[in-house]
């Protein structure tokens, strides 16, 4: 399975080891040395809503101006920005071997425990 994120989000920390504690071995992306392309996030948003893959609430979003912001309006506008500033992309994202995705911390655990 595949986590991606990058390693000093408090997020990825926590997926790290409550995979790490459950005996689950993982290869770790960081989205810092190779971002995601777009058609990456197209087959993730096909798994996943992309409104569910952009984070909204993060500091890199809030750096954007709103002609940025306003790129996001539908989903080929935010994978392409999701592309080029890969901190946009919600925190982690997991390639699970059965072929499914998690977005975000949350869905990691209830995976995990279900």
Known sequence: MKLYGIPNCDSVKKARAALLAAGVDHQFIDFKKQAPTVPQLKAWAGQAEWQQLLNRTGTTWRKLDTAQ??????????????????????????????????????????????
Request: net charge negative; aromatic share 2%.
């Open 69 to 114: 912001q306003a790129l996001a309006v539908d989903e080929a506008g935010a994978l392409a920005l999701m592309a080029t500033q890969s901190s946009l992309i919600k925190r982690p994202v997991v390639e699970w071997a059965d072929g499914s995705l998690t977005v975000g911390l949350p869905a990691l655990q209830k995976k995990l425990e279900g």
